[in-house]
């Protein structure tokens, strides 16, 4: 016997829309005003639906926001490892895959940082320990594809650990953009602008990865 849809065809089109259009809104939302500052009412009058409709879909604010948390790393790591075929960067060098990769790493921190910035505080400060978990997971699965290409060229890599070393290496890079692009609070003339920054932490890995 065939299984019967709970919803017309027409009307399941419709519902999926109606929470693609409320997940696009929410991030709109957390890009401008973070995680403390976004609002149902608010995610709901720019979705152009009643916050009853959001009721609907998600249990409370909090369901919302981890879809959003979900999406926001599926998406980065289908697309890290769409970019990162390895037979794409195995006549590179060490150095100029490095600085490619953190070029890339640069770029993808800057143009969302305000929606990273608030995937972040939620994965780090929500009060459940698994999400929590599940937060370092997903963030070390999004450089998971990165470290592989660095590996590629393991014949270069002089540290007695290469695996342990890039993957410490990718840890540093990861903090270090972080703090300098999205939670970023220094004005001292000693800092380093955005634009220089990653031929610094390029530098910084190729230099500890042929470090004997």
């Keep these: 016997m065939a299984r019967r849809h709970s919803l017309k065809p ?26 403390d500052g976004a609002s149902i009412p608010e995610i709901a009058s720019r979705a152009r639906v009643s916050p009853a409709s959001i009721y609907r879909r998600f249990t409370d604010k909090d369901g919302l926001f981890r879809e959003v948390f979900e999406r926001f790393f599926a998406r980065t790591i289908e697309s890290n490892e769409t970019a990162l075929d390895p037979k794409c960067w195995r006549c ?22 305000g929606l990273l910035r608030a995937v972040v ?9 698994t999400l929590r978990r599940r937060a370092r997971e997903l963030r070390q699965r999004s450089i998971a594809s990165i470290e592989r290409i660095i590996l590629l060229h ?49 530098r910084m890995l190729v230099g500890y990865l042929r470090r004997k």
């Design 10 to 35: 027409a009307l399941q089109k419709r519902s999926r829309l109606t929470q693609a259009r409320l997940l696009r809104a929410a991030e709109e939302i957390l890009e401008q005003r973070g995680l």
């Design 92 to 113: 590179n060098s060490l150095e100029s895959s490095v600085h490619a990769l953190v070029r890339g790493m640069v770029a993808g921190y800057s143009q969302r940082r």
């Design 121 to 129: 505080d939620y994965g780090e400060q929500h009060p459940d320990a």
């Design 154 to 202: 393991a014949g270069e890599i002089r540290h007695p650990h290469p695996r342990r070393a890039v993957h410490f290496g990718m840890q540093l890079i990861a903090l270090a953009l972080k703090e300098q692009i999205l939670f970023a609070a220094s004005n001292s003339n000693e800092a380093i602008s955005e634009k220089e920054l990653p031929a610094e932490l390029s």
